[in-house]
């Protein structure tokens, strides 16, 4: 029995103020809102489906049970906050579960990998020419004749209903925030898909920031693309803030993570909610914000990348989320 009735009545995620020196300093009002917090099941706070995935996946959740589907096909590197998700999702909801992983498998499973396989997905690796080729018609028909009928998933899990799950960010902020309306929201972007819900979502003037955890400039197209004309928002891409690229890291990116974890204990990743605090920081030590004005940051969750990243790079991590089982 599929039961959606915690996805469909989670109560908003908090919104915390971070008191730090440098923003008094700048008079500045930081506010992070702890969709990290935004975690089934509720009594397994490290589980992948929490933050930005879980945004996005509810609304796709909702329609593959519509539409009477029993499987979820989706694809990701082997690290892939969003294949974790999608395990976890077909664990607690009851979907048989398909991941295509791109390169070739490894042995021990990386934890990421260990993880979607004990909540029961079947992974299927594929090199990299094919897992490039993996929308195209004729490659979703022989994963059709392997797997049955399923509901597929896009790499990131970005697509309509995803922008719907992301834009409750927006109402939630509303509510909480009632007559203050923030002057910044800020966000990072891996396919921009949750920044594009949020823009959708925020009907008010505000500038929306995000900043882009890959090299490259090409999110700003990718996210036009996926908005109607209309969004009221000013918004912009920051380009950066990347550390290198898509997980890479710098030692500036390591020790900030960790001075963070000291001062809030509050996880971040290094490959997306690092980077974008960071660039928080950053940006107010260069004056960016102008005196008075407040700042919401989304804290889009990914904390199940980190013992990966420890066990790829060395400890450099010093907190790490106990690994989830349930
Ligand atoms: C997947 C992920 C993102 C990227 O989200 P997009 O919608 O693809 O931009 C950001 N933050 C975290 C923690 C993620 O896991």
């Given amino acids: 029995m599929r039961s959606f009735e915690q996805l469909l009545n989670a109560p908003p995620s908090p919104l915390q103020a971070l008191k730090e020196p440098l923003f008094r300093d700048r008079k500045i ?8 917090l935004l975690v089934l099941p509720r009594e397994v706070p490290s589980s992948p489906f929490c933050g930005n995935k879980w945004r996005k ?29 999608v395990a976890a999702a077909g664990k607690l ?3 048989k579960t398909i991941g295509i992983v791109r390169g070739e498998a490894t042995l021990p499973l990386n934890p990421t990998l260990h993880f979607a396989q004990a909540c029961g997905m079947q992974l299927q ?15 979703q028909q022989e994963f059709q004749a392997q797997f049955g009928s399923y509901y ?21 902020l509303k509510q909480q925030l009632e007559d203050t309306r923030p002057d910044y929201l800020l966000v990072c972007c891996g396919t921009g898909g949750t920044m594009a819900g949020l823009l959708q979502g925020w009907k008010h003037p505000a500038r ?3 900043i882009s955890v890959l090299k490259g400039n090409f999110l700003t197209k990718a996210i036009s693309s996926l908005l109607p004309q209309t969004v009221i928002p000013e918004w912009q891409v920051l380009n950066s803030f990347h550390h290198g690229g898509y997980a890479k890291f710098t030692p500036e990116l390591i020790q900030f993570i960790n ?26 030590a260069q004056a960016f914000f102008e005196p008075g ?17 420890n066990q790829r790079f060395g400890p450099l991590l010093k907190a790490v989320p106990p690994a989830a089982v349930w």
Avoid: C
Avoid at 75 to 82: I, K, Q
């Fill in 29 to 36: 009002q930081v506010l992070l809102k702890r969709d990290d």
């Fill in 259 to 284: 001075r963070f974890w000291d001062r809030y204990q509050i996880y971040l990743d290094p490959i997306y909610t690092g980077k974008l605090l960071f660039a928080v920081y950053q940006l107010a």
């Fill in 125 to 139: 690796y594929v090199d990299r020419q094919r897992y490039r080729q993996k929308m195209e018609p004729a490659v």
């Fill in 293 to 309: 004005t407040s700042v919401v940051v989304i804290h889009s969750g990914g904390l199940q990348g980190i013992a990966g990243f």
């Fill in 208 to 210: 929306l920031l995000g």
């Fill in 152 to 172: 597929m998933l896009p790499e990131g899990g970005t697509n309509p209903n995803a922008l719907r799950g992301a834009a409750e960010i927006a109402e939630e």
């Fill in 93 to 95: 909801f009851d979907f």
């Fill in 57 to 85: 996946l509810k609304y796709n959740l909702l329609e593959a049970d519509q539409n009477g589907h029993h499987s979820l096909l989706t694809f990701g590197g082997a690290y892939s906050n969003h294949l974790a998700a």
